[in-house]
């Protein structure tokens, strides 16, 4: 079981990334998807979810800037981030839970919003 994530770089202020959340080994729409972030020196913290039936949640930070979504043909969760700001870079991860803890991570894109 295997969970990649991809789709971090480098953008300035105000730009867009989509990050990617592909699964194998398992049917993602089976979990619910989670993305976190991890800034340096700080805690990893939720940034949304999106439950297996489609539910959408989002931390107010990033509410009306971020959108989560899933594939379930491709087997993958998508984050599309925009409007980023520099306070949004950190390691992303994704993450798969069945409703209780997260059983499977990904390894981490690193996102770097700077002018």
């Known amino acids: 079981v295997q969970l990649q994530a991809s789709g971090g770089g480098q953008v300035q202020p105000g730009g867009s990334l989509r990050l990617s959340c592909v699964a194998s080994g398992l049917t993602l729409d089976d979990y619910a998807v989670g993305w976190f972030r991890q800034a340096p020196g700080k805690e990893r913290e939720g940034v949304s979810c999106?439950?297996?039936?489609?539910?959408?949640y989002y931390a107010d930070s990033v509410k009306g800037r971020f959108t989560i979504s899933r594939d379930n043909a491709k087997n993958t969760v998508y984050l599309q981030m925009n409007s980023l700001k520099p306070e949004d870079t950190a390691v992303y991860y994704c993450g798969a839970s069945r409703g209780g803890a997260y059983e499977y991570w990904g390894q981490g894109t690193q996102v770097t919003v700077s002018s």
């Open positions: 999106i439950s297996s039936s489609g539910t959408e």
